[in-house]
């Protein structure tokens, strides 16, 4: 039975933060996470309404466009993959931007009630987005991207940010939209929280009927039930690798065909996908959506086969790519990923990955957001103010080289949105430049926090990765970002060297990304600290092999390089840059201390 909605028509009170989280009845996964979430906010004492887009359309298009999506995958599935495709990265992006923008009337109408505006569906992302970059919505808008690929759907540059449950989607956004994206991981019930226990696998098996011994394989179509479904659970009961468990969802024809086929056990909706999950060996999944989030909670390996084409055949890809789940493109090779990941070590260790996407709550997050001063958005502001700046600049730069203009016009727009080199002159800032290694030895994390040093992180081989930096942060220990010091006259270069440093902190809680440069940034690296809202500060010292310089002043920001020392080496080195500092009568301070911008 779908849920009921809240009216739309209702308006909160005032004395707590009001939330509206925009979702769609579109399979359970979007609801999935905007009820928890409305859970989580109501549990914190705020007030929280859960929408759905496909009612905010004109001309009552919500039910029109649902049910031609569900014939679509049901009748004429590779003509959605195409159009999933082109409405991506091809020739439909702009128009299926548009058109998803169709409900943002009916939004505004609503949001100004609230005092936070968040959407887990593509299309309600598309119309909070474009009323925040066009100044007709004064409160904060945030996504959060339910699947682990990212389509162009999901991205606006209007929204002040992301969350996602995965740190490769945090990244992809980030380099796509240059909105700052972090991930908070999957938003479940506490149903969901914990992995399953013994008993709980005992209940299951017994609910089902199953003994001990029986390999359990659990099928899943989404809420829906399409796809291959049935062809797929005969399969897999021909080739004896375990007992197929078919939960068909709504789909009670296929309920139906299911119960007729001898060794195949068929179920309808259930509440009951805990202890089934905990029953499994491993898990099917064809649609890529909340069942594997699930799955991963629970903690069974999930394999997906035969997706339903678009976001279920991507959302497979982009799990097997994380590490946290298989994608079988055969029979052949279904079968034999089943039998190398139930009860196995391989298996055992897909599900330790898989429970490391669950990162934090978001909901503290969420609630800060809420309660910010309400302000127009910065680039909005910007847009009014450059456009003057360029009349003015261009009856006073007349003759000179487009050149020039160029960059003047990239300094001042990068001004205007907050990006400038931080600088202080009160103390000497500290970072150190460290591989994965280090970052998980404990002498080197206990080291960095005795002496107050920030971690500078780049993408290159070997580098921290994003558990490690959630696990840095945890610690006590500040991280920020740092590019490659490479001198270069390639843009591509430059521009892949400051993603890369703002990518390396996309998964740090709250802000905008903080990047310290080892060259003096140019046209390039303004640009894309100004798409990314990032904060620059430069570094003139950078420390190799312990060698540190004969003198520091106020305002000094130093890097030690300390990739591939030992333990006993970066403890030494951080111990004589303060004995250094300290004969100076100079204070020393973490590097993150650096960047004081109160936007920030």
Avoid at 64 to 87: D, I, V
Avoid at 136 to 141: E, G, W, Y
Avoid at 342 to 371: C, H, K, Y
Avoid at 505 to 521: I, M, N, S, T
Wanted: with cysteine.
């Amino acid at each position: 039975m779908r849920r009921a909605r809240a009216r739309t028509t209702a308006r909160p009170t005032k004395d707590v933060p009001a939330v509206l989280i925009i979702s769609a009845a579109m399979g359970a996964g979007h609801d999935g996470v905007a009820y928890e979430l409305q859970r989580r906010l109501h549990a914190r004492g705020a007030q929280a309404l859960v929408c759905d887009y496909l009612e905010m359309l004109p001309a009552r298009m919500g039910p029109f466009y649902r049910g031609f999506y569900q014939q679509q995958l049901k009748h004429a599935p590779s003509s959605y993959e195409w159009l999933y495709g082109k409405m991506d990265r091809g020739m439909m992006a702009p128009l299926a931007a548009r058109l998803g923008q169709m409900g943002k009337r009916k939004v505004r109408k609503i949001a100004r009630h609230y005092d936070l505006v968040i959407s887990t569906y593509p299309l309600g992302c598309q119309a909070t987005g474009a009323l925040r970059r066009s100044g007709k919505l004064s409160i904060p808008a945030v996504g959060f991207l339910t699947d682990v690929d990212v389509h162009a759907l999901w991205l606006h540059k209007g929204l002040d940010k992301n969350f996602t449950v995965w740190h490769g989607s945090a990244v992809d956004a980030i380099n796509r939209a240059g909105v700052p994206s972090h991930a908070v991981g999957p938003v479940l019930p506490d149903t969901f929280l914990a992995p399953a226990t013994t008993m709980e696998r005992a209940e299951g098996r017994e609910l089902l009927g199953v003994a001990e011994e029986d390999h359990l394989v659990l099928l899943v179509g989404g809420s829906w039930g399409v796809g291959g479904i049935g062809d797929t659970a005969r399969a897999i009961r021909d080739s004896g690798a375990g007992i197929p468990v078919v939960l068909c969802g709504r789909n009670e024809d296929l309920v139906k065909e299911l119960d007729a086929e001898d060794g195949v056990i068929a179920l309808g909706w259930t509440t009951e996908v805990r202890r089934l999950l905990a029953a499994a060996d491993v898990m099917v999944h064809n649609a890529g959506g909340l069942s594997c989030l699930e799955g991963f909670a629970v903690g069974v390996p999930v394999i997906g086969y035969a997706c339903l084409p678009g976001h279920g055949h991507r959302n497979s890809l982009a799990m097997k790519e994380a590490g946290v789940a298989a994608d079988a493109t055969s029979e052949a090779e279904l079968i034999s990923e089943i039998r190398r990941l139930s009860r196995t070590e391989d298996g055992a260790a897909m599900v330790g990955r898989a429970r490391g996407m669950f990162l934090t709550d978001p909901t503290d997050e969420l609630l800060e957001l809420a309660q910010a001063p309400v302000t127009l958005p910065q680039w909005t502001r910007a847009r009014t103010t450059t456009r003057r700046l360029a009349v003015r600049a261009a009856a006073v730069t007349a003759g000179v080289p487009l050149s020039i203009t160029a960059v003047s016009f990239g300094v001042a727009q990068a001004s205007e949105h907050g990006v400038g080199v931080a600088k202080a002159d009160d103390a000497v800032y500290v970072a150190a430049l460290v591989d994965h290694n280090q970052v998980t030895d404990s002498r080197v994390v206990s080291a960095l926090r005795r002496y107050t040093t920030s971690v500078a992180v780049r993408s290159s081989a070997n580098a921290p990765t994003p558990t490690d930096v959630q696990a840095l942060i945890a610690g006590g220990v500040t991280v920020i970002g740092a590019d490659t010091g490479v001198q270069s006259r390639n843009p591509r270069t430059l521009k892949k060297s400051m993603n890369g440093a703002a990518q390396a902190v996309a998964y740090a809680p709250g802000g905008r990304p903080k990047v310290v440069c080892l060259k003096a940034p140019g046209i390039v690296e303004w640009t894309v600290a100004r798409d990314h809202r990032v904060q620059l500060a430069l570094s003139k010292i950078v420390v190799h092999d312990g060698v540190l310089p004969t003198a520091l002043h106020l305002g000094d920001v130093v890097i030690l390089d300390e990739r591939g020392r030992t333990s006993a080496q970066v403890e030494a080195d951080l111990k004589a840059l303060r004995t250094l500092s300290t004969s100076e009568q100079l204070p020393q301070r973490p590097l993150v201390d650096v960047f004081t911008d109160p936007r920030s």
